[in-house]
């Protein structure tokens, strides 16, 4: 006799294969959705984001509410010179910030080239859950911000305003794209309930021109999560991920059966196609996919990402790359 409980059990074994059914999975390998909490975030900063976000999944937490806190934790910090308070100015000497987060439900929200508030991943969560919009910018966006109730603040810092000011000695126009382990945020996280969101917050490039906005608040270029499959994020120079829809791609690809680092170098390789010039063209994904599995690839070597499970403690991890400095 098939007990109540079995039936729930049978029910639930049921839905999972419905979800590979549905999933098309390239290869026909069986993908089972995994509810073991994960979170993976870019650069050595990652530790200090999965750290807060870990706290969160470790305890039940939503996957939406770990990537926004996690990576709030380095928008805060202001010794990060690419993040938040203490990011890199324009050439113009002012901060603006571009960020964007996206959940379960493909729910989105994003915020570009956003002045005086610190912490524009929480701006864009506010976005995708209190406006019929997904985008906001500029002087409306601060404005939004200012009436949720952000406070607004100077976000140049002393040391900032010092490199800038040496920066602004030759001027030289050319964006410039953190190579030093410390770059964009992009933080993807599965909960105990299988979930998976994401989130990407940023500077962008250093001294770049006022008003540029880059991948990062560009949901498919910076981020993209389809809960069926998997999530991707992107860091590196915006414009070559704008360019393939990038973290769209990485997705796409592991829909097709790719392994997450496999679907990362697939979309590397991508970028490198659309490029006769790669000098210095840093770009570097993180993929984790519905059954738990993660990974990552760049095109230069020096790309690192966090890793925070069950069995690892926060560990930093280097992608493998297409070529060396
Ligand atoms: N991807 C970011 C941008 O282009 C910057 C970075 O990750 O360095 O704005």
């Known amino acids: 006799m098939t007990s109540r409980r079995n039936f729930v059990k049978l029910s639930a074994l049921g839905s999972l294969f419905s979800f590979n059914a549905f999933s098309t999975f390239g290869k026909n390998t069986p993908i089972l959705p995994?509810?073991?909490?994960?979170?993976?975030?870019?650069?050595?900063h990652g530790i200090m984001a999965n750290k807060?976000?870990?706290?969160?999944?470790?305890?039940?937490g939503t996957a939406l509410d770990a990537v926004e806190k996690g990576v709030m934790e380095v928008e805060n910090?202001?010794?990060g010179a690419s993040v938040g308070i203490g990011g890199r100015p324009d050439r113009e000497g002012r901060v603006t910030l571009d960020a964007c987060i996206m959940d379960e439900k493909s729910r989105c929200g994003s915020v570009g080239f956003l002045q005086d508030i610190k912490n524009p991943v929480a701006v864009a969560r506010k976005i995708m859950e209190e406006t019929p919009h997904i985008m906001l910018v500029g002087e409306g966006a601060k404005q939004f911000a200012l009436e949720q109730g952000f406070k607004e603040e100077n976000l140049l810092t002393q040391e900032s305003e010092k490199a800038w000011k040496e920066w602004l000695k030759e001027s030289k126009y050319k964006p410039?794209?953190?190579?030093?382990?410390?770059?964009?945020?992009?933080?993807?996280?599965?909960?105990s309930n299988g979930n998976l969101s994401g989130s990407c917050t940023t500077s962008g490039a250093a001294y770049k021109l006022h008003g540029r906005l880059g991948d990062s608040p560009i949901i498919g270029s910076g981020l993209f999560v389809?809960?069926?499959?998997?999530?991707?994020?992107?860091?590196?120079l915006g414009e070559a991920v704008i360019r393939v829809a990038g973290s769209h791609l990485v997705v796409e690809l592991m829909r097709q059966g790719h392994e997450?680092?496999?679907?990362?170098?697939?979309?590397?390789?991508?970028?490198?196609?659309?490029?006769?010039?790669?000098?210095?063209?840093?770009?570097?994904f993180l993929a984790l996919r519905k059954d738990g599995k993660y990974g990552?690839?760049?095109?230069?070597?020096?790309f690192n990402y966090a890793v925070a499970n069950k069995q690892i403690n926060n560990e930093l991890v280097d992608t493998k790359f297409d070529r060396s400095w």
């Open 260 to 284: 997450p680092e496999e679907a990362c170098k697939l979309a590397v390789d991508r970028i490198i196609s659309k490029h006769e010039n790669m000098e210095g063209l840093q770009v570097g």
């Open 52 to 60: 807060k976000a870990w706290e969160i999944l470790s305890a039940g």
């Open 34 to 44: 995994s509810k073991e909490p994960v979170v993976i975030s870019t650069w050595n």
């Open 77 to 79: 910090d202001p010794t």
């Open 226 to 236: 389809d809960n069926e499959i998997g999530a991707a994020c992107a860091t590196g």
């Open 176 to 191: 410039v794209i953190n190579v030093e382990n410390h770059d964009t945020i992009g933080m993807l996280a599965l909960d």
């Open 296 to 302: 990552g690839y760049s095109v230069y070597n020096g």
